[in-house]
C-alpha cells in the first residue's frame, strides 16, 4: 500500500505508535499511557508523529489498533453494570462452572466471583429440548418482569443464555428483541446464539456475559477513538485486532467486543511470527513485557498456534488444561498467549514475613515507579532495574519519560534493602531475579506445561523491558538463542 498506515498499541503503561509506508516503518512514537481517557495519548501521540514525519492528515490510508481496554475491564473489575437473563433452574451455572481447581490441594481455594453478582442473575420460564423442541413455552410476564428488574438496576449490559439455544435460538429472539425495544440503544444486549451458538452451557453462558460485561466499555472506547482521530482530521477506516490475530472493522467489534479480548498480545505475536519466518527460525517463543504484565507465546514452524479454551480474569491467563478453574471461561478464537501480571511497573514488597514479592499489582502509567516522577512512592521492578544500571539514569521510551535515579535507589534501600537487611544492590537484583522467575511461568505455560521442550526454541523478546528480561528467562529455561528485533519497545503495533 502506498499510503500511510498507522499502528497504534494501548497498553497499561505505554502507548506505542507506528507509521508505516510501502511496508517501511518511517516514525515511531512511545509515551505514558492515559488511564483516565487512553483517547488522549493517542491524540498527543498521533499528532506528534505526523508532525515528525512531516505528513498531513488526510495521507493516512488506514487505522489499526491493537488494545487491552477489554481485558483490563475484566482484570480490574471496571466493566458494565451487567444482568443475566437465564431458563429457570439455571441460575448459578457461572458459579457451578466445571467443578475445576488450580490448586489440587487447597481446601480453600476460592473461586473468582462471577461478573454478574447473584442478584443480578434472572430466572425466564421456558424450556427446550436437545433437539430445540419446546418442553416448557416461553412465560411473557418474565420478560415483563426482567425489563423493569433492569431498568431498576441500572443495567449497562444484558446477557441472555437459554438452555439449547443453540439448537433454536426462538425463545432468546423474543427476549433480545423484547429488551432491545424498552431499554432502548443506551443497554448493551447481548444473546448467546449471537455470539457462541454452541453446546456446553458454562462456556456458552460465560462468553455471553464477558461480552455483555465489556460491551459499553469497548463501544465508549471506540467512539472516543474516533472522535480524536476525526479532530486529527484523520478520516481512514479504523480495524481493531482481534485475539486470534486478525482484524475487524467497528462494527462488528461493536457487535462482538468479546473477540478483542487479547488484542493487544495477539498483535506481538503475529509481529514475532514475521521475524521467525525471515530468520527461517523454526520454533520460536515470544515473550512480550510491557509495564504491566508479560506475555508469551508459542509459534512452532512458522505457524502461530491458536485455541478456543481460555480463560481471562486470572492471576495468569492461559489454555492449559492442568490449571482450568482460575478465571472466566472465554471460547472464542484466541492466539495461544499466557498472561502474567510481571512487567516493569510490578511492585515490589515485603509481606508479613519478611519474604520479597513482585506483583501482580503494578504501579501502572499513573503514578507509575518512583523512578517515572510523577508522584509514585512504592518501590517497582524499574526502580530495581535503574538502582542497578540496568536503565538509563537519565530518560527512557525515547526521552519521553525523564528518569529519577536517585529517588529509585532511595525507594529500593529504604521499602525493600532496609527490610532484608541487605545492601541496596542485592536487594534490586532480589526483585529482577524474582520477577524473571514469575515471567519464566508465563513461558512454562506455552512449552513445558504442554510438553514442548522449550531449549530447542529461539526466544524473540520484546516490549519496553523484554530485552532486559530475556537473558534471565533464557538462561532459566536452558534457551540457547535469544532474537531482539528492531524497534522492541514498539514492537508489536508493527503487526498492525
Known sequence: MSGLRIGIDI??????????????????????????????????????????????????????????????????????????????????????????????????????????????????TERLGAAGEVLVPLVEADIDAAIARCIVERAEAVAICLLHSYVNPAHEEIIARRLRVALGTDVFVTASHEILPEIREYERTSTTVINAYVGPVVS??????????????IDAPVRIMQSNGGTLGLEAVLRAPATIIESGPAAGVVAGASVATAMALDTVITVDMGGTTAKASLVDAGTILRTSEYEVGAGINLSSQLVKGRGHALRLPVVDISEIGAGGGSLARLDASGRLLVGPESAGAAPGPVAYGRGGTNATLTDAMVTLGYLSPVAIAGGTVPIDAPGATRAVAEQIAAGLRRPVRDAAFG???????????AVKAVTTMRGRDPRSAALVSFGGNGSLMAPLIADELSIDTIVIPALPGVFSPVAC
Open 220 to 233: 465508549r472506547y471506540l467512539t472516543q477513538l474516533v472522535g480524536v482521530l476525526k479532530r486529527l482530521g
Open 431 to 441: 526483585i529482577y531475579r524474582i520477577a524473571g522467575a514469575v515471567m519464566t511461568r
Open 11 to 124: 497498553g497499561g503503561t505505554f502507548t506505542d505508535i507506528v507509521a508505516a509506508r510501502n511496508g517501511r516503518v518511517v516514525g515511531t512514537v512511545k509515551l505514558p499511557s492515559t488511564p483516565g481517557d487512553y483517547s488522549l495519548a493517542i491524540a498527543e501521540g498521533v499528532g506528534r508523529l505526523l508532525q515528525d514525519i512531516a505528513t498531513p492528515p488526510n495521507a493516512v490510508e488506514t487505522v489499526i489498533h491493537g488494545t487491552t481496554v477489554a481485558t483490563n475491564a475484566i482484570l480490574e473489575g471496571r466493566g458494565a453494570r451487567t444482568l443475566l437473563l437465564t431458563t429457570r433452574g439455571f441460575r448459578d451455572v457461572l458459579e457451578l462452572r466445571r467443578i475445576r481447581t488450580p490448586e489440587l490441594y487447597n481446601l480453600n481455594y476460592t473461586p473468582p466471583r462471577p461478573l454478574v453478582p447473584r442478584r443480578h442473575r434472572l430466572e425466564i
